[in-house]
Nanobody, 117 residues
């Protein structure tokens, strides 16, 4: 089992930046990693994902060019760098790990991001 702990959320003004971190309890070398978010009244949506080696990344259209996902497998960390944040980015952000060789998938507890003036 993999435990995921997110951090780095908070309150930021429109146009501001944040970096979210996700620390895994054990090796994530063979896991696709992703960030999801869920705003009140909305379904959880995929924000960005990254392949096990870090060479492939994908983003939802609304964050393309503003968010960057990265990973450090040696440190068991995944990051989401967010620039030019807007009120519509307000949500709880969740880290997700999906095994590339089994049906295992794990979630963190989430970290709140609030964008408001």
């Amino acid at each position: 089992q993999v435990q995921l702990v997110e951090s780095g959320g908070g309150l930021v003004q429109p146009g501001g930046s944040l970096r979210l971190s996700c620390e895994a309890s054990r090796s994530i070398n063979f896991y696709d990693m992703a960030w999801y978010r869920q705003a009140p009244g909305n379904e959880r949506e995929l924000v960005a994902n990254i392949s096990p080696g870090g060479s492939n990344t994908e983003y939802t259209d609304s964050v393309e060019g503003r968010f960057t996902i990265s990973r450090d497998n040696a440190q068991r960390m995944v990051y989401l760098r967010m620039f030019n944040l807007q009120p519509e980015d307000t949500a709880v952000y969740y880290c997700n790990a999906k095994s590339t060789w089994s049906s295992e998938a794990y979630w963190g507890q989430g970290t709140q991001v609030t964008v408001s003036s």
